[in-house]
């Protein structure tokens, strides 16, 4: 994972007992942290509790973050994969509900072909959280975050060769889900 | 499919439920802002900070409680047994005589405690009862033996002043109980003479004693060198005995 300057230096500030810094720090990661949560659970509102938590986990814990290790934002998926199993391990996993369409505008495509990619996307949102839990990681790492491979394996703490494995391992359960 | 899965999955970042709401984006930052702690100590700035804060709390609130409760003792110098600011009265006294610093301002001070105690029995007031007297005497006794035991005060002064003063009393009981014939007893009636089964201290109109002069304790005021009687003398600075002269 790229070392962000900005993110080393506002977590410097944070350690320092700066309290103004981990306002910064929330803002500048709430958005990846939700969307992590947000493609492994299966309700906007469990994705807004979750990642609400795991802020308050990074804020108690930040102290003891050593910044010669992993960095900050591995650290801080790490403290989100967490979080996640905790709350699938306290919270049995319904079958997933049908979605709203999801509406991506594509200009250069007719109304049918829109529709066919809104209802291709509902389905995939649908079938992450129905992945195990290794898979959805990768899949979500991988292909929304678009971390690449060391950092994804800094995060899952898990050789480089093995998340490439995993990864196309992923990609398979996903589409055996899809049934495509 | 039109497109790859892989394909999909990089649009979806794009989604507008994949972003977090603004009101909970908002709402959340407020509240760990709150609550938001550091797991670590306090910096030395932030603790005296903090220490600061506190004692600059502290010293208001104890500074309001010096003035609220300066009024209260004050108020309280002129109760009587039975009141209930009488605690505070004695309370006030008994640190007036821990903090007396020699001997002989604590020997002072523990002879003036003890006319006090004669003034609050003398003290007349048309409306007092056989059972306020009874429990003035009770100070006063309780006074005296406290004054006698009383750590730092010279303890044959205290004495040779509380037999003074139980002279005192009994001459003011003599003079009670041969004057006034009406005594309003704890039922409210008036009972001639005064005199009831049980009833020690009848308290008629109460006259003084013609020999005897009793001076309002001033702990301020030098008495008049004139007036006779049982007189209580102030110490001056320097002084380490007050006077006292017997009645004639």
């Known amino acids: 994972m790229r070392r962000d300057s900005t993110i080393d230096h506002i977590v410097a500030r944070c350690k320092a007992a700066d309290r103004s810094a981990l306002g910064e720090l929330y803002d500048a990661l709430v958005a990846r942290v939700y969307r992590f949560v947000y493609f492994r659970v299966t309700s906007r509102e469990d994705a807004e509790d979750l990642t609400e938590q795991i802020f308050v986990r990074i804020f108690e814990h930040i102290g003891q973050f050593d910044e010669r290790g992993i960095p900050f934002e591995a650290w801080v998926f790490r403290i989100a994969r967490n979080m996640i199993i905790d709350f699938y391990r306290e919270h049995k996993v319904a079958v997933v509900p049908l979605e709203e369409a999801l509406h991506v505008p594509d200009p250069g495509t007719s109304p049918e072909e829109q529709t066919v990619t809104a209802l291709q996307m509902e389905d995939v949102r649908s079938a992450i959280p129905k992945l195990p839990e290794t898979y959805g990681e990768i899949i979500v790492l991988k292909f929304i975050e678009e971390l690449d491979n060391e950092e994804i394996s800094r995060i899952l703490e898990k050789p480089v060769s093995h998340v490439r494995v995993l990864q196309s391992r992923a990609i398979q359960k996903l589409k055996e889900i899809l049934r495509v | 499919m039109k497109q790859s899965l892989e394909d999909i999955l990089r649009t979806m970042k794009t989604i507008p439920e994949a972003a977090p709401r603004a009101t909970f984006q908002e709402n959340a930052r407020i509240r760990l802002m709150n609550t938001a702690f550091i797991g670590r100590r306090a910096s030395i700035l932030e603790r005296i900070h903090l220490t600061y804060h506190i004692a600059r709390l502290v010293g208001g609130f104890a500074l309001a409680s010096v003035f609220v409760g300066g009024a209260v003792v004050y108020a309280a110098q002129y109760s009587k047994p039975g009141n209930p600011l009488y605690p505070i009265k004695t309370a006030s006294e008994q640190a007036a005589l821990h903090l ?65 003063a139980e002279k005192t009393l009994e001459s003011f009981r003599q003079s009670t109980q041969h004057g006034g014939t009406d005594t309003k007893s704890d039922d409210g009636k008036n009972h001639e003479e005064g005199r009831q089964s049980g009833d020690r201290h009848p308290t008629p109109e109460i006259t003084p004693h013609p020999t005897i002069e009793l001076q309002h304790v001033d702990l301020s005021a030098t008495p008049p060198a004139d007036v006779k009687g049982i007189q209580i003398e102030i110490p001056r600075s320097g002084d380490q005995k007050g006077e006292t002269s017997r009645d004639e």
């Open chain 2, 100 to 164: 007396a610093p020699t001997t002989g301002l604590k020997t002072s001070v523990a002879t003036i405690l003890i006319d006090r105690r004669v003034q609050e029995v003398t003290d007349g007031r048309d409306d007092r009862t056989s059972e306020d007297v009874e429990r003035a005497v009770s100070s006063f006794n309780d006074t005296v033996h406290s004054m006698e035991q009383a750590k730092g005060v010279d303890a044959s002064e205290v004495e040779t002043h509380a037999k003074a």
